[in-house]
């Protein structure tokens, strides 16, 4: 019987499949995943295979459909995903000037997590807390009601949300519970920097590959009223390697990301984030009575940041293995992006504006580690 000719694509799956079979070969034996041992070796792989085919007849919907195929098998040999994780990081805003006078920079870290209980099948309790602190350095003081002087130094933030969690049937689920958020500079009187409040929402599964969460989140905002806040929740994943996230999920504000998982370990991601972080003032009194508007130690007066993130992120994800057993996946994000738009703004203790600080595009770069608990 005679065997038909392999085309160019079948050549090229012949090899992909040939390559597959001799991976078992070369790990080390008791190992499950070595993924930087695989690098150099799958792409030996992919440019004998492009080299066995035609390179006219590869198009770019064989290679995107690979791609997803791949991410799809690597996806499903996984672990599930764990309820409760840890996550510490980095994170940097470089030098920028003032619009006025003066220039700062801001470093600092942070820690967040989720613990979660499951009560029974369809009910669980999410506990979700973070904390960051970071030191804004100003280099070259900036005017302010007449005077040169640092607006703040260290800023401390902390937040703790408890959840009740109840899926109702396999499309909804219910949510909601107490925050509770501290928002001050370093060696400020807590109490006063104090924002407590709660958050309620639905989540519905549109679709298998599709969610949507849409709640209220209110808080009683420093020297504020009280901040009422649309949350949103969006997970999509128009393929096996393309997703898109949205959310609003406190009173920093919200982001919005489309990533793309090339290989098992390694995804692509670009989006763009609404910062807004307001706190109380420890160090000196701003009044604006009688002008002009002057400040004066040991003031409990208001500071605010905002800005508008575009960002891109590169992540790493190995397996994380426990006792020869894959328990989850580990991430390793790197993302790099500059604030737009940005300012910084100064309140008395009443929360009347004094003044605000616009300051240039500013680079950022944040670091971050994520395992499963």
């Not at 942070?110 to 029974?120: H, I, K, N």
């Not at 370990?265 to 989006?271: D, S």
Request: aromatic share 8%; charged share 25%.
């Amino acid at each position: 019987m005679q065997v038909p000719p392999l085309t160019p694509s079948s050549r090229l799956r012949s090899s992909i499949s040939s390559s597959r079979a001799l991976l078992p070969e070369i790990r080390p034996q008791g190992s499950r995943r070595i993924f930087l041992s695989r690098v150099p070796f799958l792409a030996m792989t992919g440019l004998v295979a492009l080299l066995a085919g035609s390179p006219a007849s590869l198009s770019w919907a064989d290679a995107l459909s690979w791609a997803d195929a791949s991410a799809a098998q690597a996806q499903a040999a996984r672990a599930p995903e764990s309820d409760s994780w840890g996550e510490v990081g980095f994170l940097g805003q470089f030098e920028s000037d003032l619009d006025d006078d003066g220039s700062f920079d801001v470093f600092g870290g942070y820690a967040r997590g989720q613990f979660s209980v499951r009560l029974g099948e369809d009910v669980r309790i999410r506990t979700i807390g973070s904390y960051h602190g970071v030191a804004y350095e100003f280099d070259d003081e900036p005017t302010i009601a007449g005077s040169e002087l640092k607006p703040w130094n260290t800023i401390h933030v902390a937040r703790l949300n408890p959840l009740l969690d109840l899926r109702l049937n396999d499309r909804w689920r219910i949510f909601g519970g107490p925050l509770l958020e501290a928002s001050l500079e370093n060696g400020g009187d807590l109490t006063n920097g104090l924002k407590p409040g709660g958050l309620v929402g639905a989540e519905v599964r549109i679709a298998p590959t599709l969610k949507l969460g849409l709640g209220v989140l209110g808080v009683a905002e420093i020297e504020d009223g009280f901040y009422l806040q649309p949350l949103l929740l969006l997970d999509w994943k128009p393929t096996d390697a393309l997703s898109v996230h949205a959310e609003s999920w406190t009173t920093r504000g919200g982001r919005f990301e489309i990533a793309y998982r090339a290989v098992s370990w390694l995804e692509l991601a670009a989006g763009v984030e609404y910062r807004r972080e307001r706190f109380r003032l420890k160090e000196r009194t701003i009044s604006t009575s009688p002008p002009p508007p002057v400040f004066r130690t040991g003031s409990k007066g208001i500071g605010e940041d905002r800005a508008v993130i575009p960002s891109l992120r590169i992540s790493f994800l190995p397996d994380l293995a426990f006792l020869g057993e894959t328990v989850g996946e580990m991430r390793i994000d790197v993302e790099a992006g500059v604030a737009l738009a940005g300012d910084l703004r100064i309140e008395d203790s009443d929360g009347s504006q004094i003044q605000t600080l616009g300051y240039d595009p500013a680079p950022n770069l944040a670091i971050r580690f994520r395992i499963p608990l």
